[in-house]
């Protein structure tokens, strides 16, 4: 005989079971949902608060390449831990892009292996090519621009900005505004890049843009490659990588990156007595965004498909606004009234509408700058 108390325990079981999105108690509202590694959205496993459990469950987000000074991640990092108690870890924050995807090929589906990737698009093309990401849609996924996301939902743009030029104009003067103004004697060995461009998606952009600068276009990038070239021949560039800790120390004074990492150098390095300057080119204004996705042998899926719920929420969006970074449903945003219009306001003022190079020319574009980057900087073969 079954007591009211064993009946009451038994349901109160199945609806636990319920909560964490598995099937149990005979045929339960649970039937047909998919396992976290095959879901393709929140709804596809019984909604958010089934995501959420399951997330909670696993404990742990794996990632690569996010420095906390990167377009907010700091913000998010916190918020996402504090919100779902989950421990987000990251490996070699100052990686690249062509890190991220070399660890999701050749880890395969080892524990060691990045649940979840941040890659400039073209990178994200690369990777979903490679058959290396899982679909998923985010609640917000119809919001967010035809031209910013992958048709499968392999991948989807999260945020942008424009290339800058950062400069410590307590060491240099004046300061560069343009990409012409690089070239000037002044500036010798004090030109950096973030990274470099064949493994970097931020120094890809920025010889983009010096290509834009010297008559060139989305279908010619050759143009930025004989610029820096030229840089190297004047004794300006500087192989030197920049990040945070290059600029405070003055080890690369001038420094070509986003104008929301610039920005944040402004602001976090004030104090310390640096007065770094931010120009965006008007000679080669040059705008991207940069994609997430997740990796299809996720050691944590749920974990990850919740990571990037979080970061397409208006609370993830209005974080990376106020580091600066453009939200990718910036505009959807504006329109439905999440947008933090305070920090809107203190976006920098760019003249024109952005424009964005089409799948075929970022493809060219990637291969011409691959092979012919080493015999820029260095006069040696690609």
Same mark, same amino acid.
């Given at each position: 005989?079954?007591?009211? @108390?064993?009946?009451?325990?038994?349901?109160?079981? @199945?609806?636990?079971?319920?909560?964490?999105?598995?099937?149990?108690?005979?045929?339960?509202?649970?039937?047909?949902?998919?396992?976290?590694?095959?879901?393709?959205?929140?709804?596809?496993? *019984?909604?958010?608060?089934?995501?959420?459990? !399951?997330?909670?469950?696993?404990?742990?987000?794996?990632?690569?390449?996010?420095?906390? /000074?990167?377009? &907010?991640?700091?913000?998010?990092?916190?918020?996402?831990?504090?919100?779902?108690?989950?421990?987000?870890?990251?490996?070699?924050?100052?990686?690249?892009?062509?890190? %991220?995807?070399?660890?999701?090929?050749?880890?395969?589906?080892?524990?060691?292996?990045?649940?979840? +990737?941040?890659? *400039?698009?073209?990178? !994200?093309?690369?990777?979903? =090519?490679?058959?290396?990401?899982? #679909?998923?849609?985010?609640?917000?996924?119809?919001?967010?621009? &035809?031209?910013?996301?992958?048709?499968?939902?392999?991948?989807?743009?999260?945020?942008?900005?424009?290339?800058? +030029?950062? @400069?410590? !104009?307590?060491?240099?003067?004046?300061?560069?505004?343009?990409?012409? /103004?690089?070239?000037?004697?002044?500036?010798?060995?004090?030109? $950096?890049?973030?990274?470099? #461009?064949?493994?970097?998606?931020? $120094?890809?952009?920025?010889?983009?843009?010096?290509?834009?600068?010297?008559? *060139?276009?989305?279908?010619?990038?050759?143009?930025?490659?004989?610029?820096?070239?030229?840089?190297?021949?004047?004794?300006?560039?500087?192989?030197?990588?920049?990040?945070?800790?290059?600029?405070?120390? *003055?080890?690369?004074?001038?420094? +070509?990156?986003?104008?929301?990492?610039?920005?944040?150098?402004?602001?976090?390095?004030?104090?310390?007595?640096?007065?770094?300057?931010?120009?965006?080119?008007?000679?080669?204004?040059? $705008?991207?965004?940069?994609?997430?996705?997740?990796?299809?042998?996720?050691?944590?899926?749920?974990?990850?498909?919740?990571?990037? %719920?979080?970061?397409?929420?208006?609370?993830?969006?209005?974080?990376?606004?106020? =580091?600066?970074?453009?939200?990718?449903?910036?505009?959807?945003?504006?329109?439905?009234?999440?947008?933090?219009?305070?920090?809107?306001?203190?976006?920098?003022?760019?003249?024109?509408?952005?424009?964005?190079?089409?799948?075929?020319?970022?493809?060219?574009?990637?291969?011409?700058?691959?092979?012919?980057?080493?015999?820029?900087?260095?006069?040696?073969?690609?």
């Amino acid at each position: 005989m079954t007591t009211p @108390c064993a009946r009451a325990a038994a349901v109160l079981g @199945c609806f636990a079971l319920v909560a964490l999105g598995l099937s149990a108690c005979g045929d339960t509202p649970t039937a047909g949902l998919a396992k976290p590694p095959a879901a393709t959205s929140a709804e596809s496993m *019984g909604g958010m608060r089934a995501l959420i459990a !399951a997330a909670k469950q696993e404990g742990t987000l794996r990632a690569m390449a996010l420095p906390r /000074d990167w377009a &907010g991640y700091g913000g998010l990092i916190n918020g996402f831990e504090k919100k779902y108690g989950i421990k987000v870890t990251v490996e070699n924050p100052l990686g690249h892009s062509e890190d %991220e995807i070399d660890a999701l090929r050749k880890r395969g589906n080892r524990p060691t292996a990045p649940d979840v +990737i941040d890659v *400039g698009d073209t990178f !994200a093309r690369k990777a979903a =090519a490679q058959n290396l990401l899982a #679909p998923y849609k985010v609640a917000s996924y119809d919001s967010i621009p &035809g031209s910013q996301k992958d048709s499968k939902a392999r991948w989807s743009n999260n945020y942008g900005g424009y290339i800058s +030029i950062g @400069c410590d !104009a307590n060491r240099v003067e004046p300061c560069p505004q343009t990409f012409a /103004d690089l070239l000037k004697p002044g500036y010798k060995g004090k030109v $950096a890049l973030e990274g470099d #461009p064949p493994r970097s998606a931020t $120094a890809f952009a920025s010889v983009y843009a010096a290509a834009l600068a010297n008559n *060139g276009s989305f279908d010619d990038v050759q143009p930025g490659l004989d610029f820096f070239a030229e840089l190297r021949n004047r004794g300006n560039f500087t192989p030197l990588n920049s990040n945070s800790a290059t600029v405070a120390s *003055g080890l690369t004074p001038i420094s +070509i990156n986003w104008d929301y990492v610039n920005l944040h150098y402004a602001d976090a390095l004030r104090d310390k007595g640096v007065n770094w300057q931010v120009a965006i080119p008007f000679d080669g204004s040059f $705008a991207q965004y940069f994609a997430l996705a997740i990796n299809k042998n996720a050691p944590h899926p749920a974990a990850a498909r919740l990571w990037h %719920e979080y970061l397409f929420s208006p609370e993830g969006q209005n974080l990376r606004l106020r =580091a600066y970074a453009r939200p990718v449903l910036m505009d959807a945003m504006r329109q439905d009234g999440t947008l933090d219009k305070a920090a809107a306001e203190r976006l920098p003022t760019v003249e024109g509408t952005p424009q964005f190079p089409t799948d075929a020319q970022l493809e060219k574009a990637k291969e011409t700058v691959t092979k012919g980057w080493a015999k820029a900087v260095s006069g040696r073969p690609g």
